[in-house]
Nanobody, 116 residues
């Protein structure tokens, strides 16, 4: 079993920044892909950003150029740096880990609110 613990959410004004962290209980060597998803009220959960073990990344069009996903293999932690935040970025953000054999694990979610 893999446990993911997110942190770093909160409230920020438009244009501000936040950094989300996702600590993984298992060595990253068994995790093929890390991703950040978000879900706003009344909407489906959507992929925000993902990074695979080789370092390749992909982003939702809505966050390209503003968000950066990264991973620290030594610390078994993934990060999502969010800059130039907009009100439409308001959502619960979830960390996801996918093992090499396709098992998915989720964090509990962290609230991000962007409001003036």
């Amino acid at each position: 079993q893999v446990q993911l613990v997110e942190s770093g959410g909160g409230s920020v004004q438009p244009g501000g920044s936040l950094r989300l962290s996702c600590a993984v209980s298992r060595s990253f060597f068994s995790i093929n892909r890390m991703g950040w998803y978000r879900q706003a009220p009344g909407q489906q959960r959507e992929l925000v950003a993902a990074i695979i073990s080789g370092g390749s990344t992909n982003y939702a069009d809505s966050v390209k150029g503003r968000f950066t996903i990264s991973r620290d293999n030594a610390e078994n932690t993934a990060y999502l740096q969010m800059n130039s935040l907009k009100p439409e970025d308001t959502a619960v953000y979830y960390c996801n880990a996918q093992s090499a054999i396709g098992h998915n694990f989720w964090g509990q979610g962290t609230q991000v609110t962007v409001s003036s």
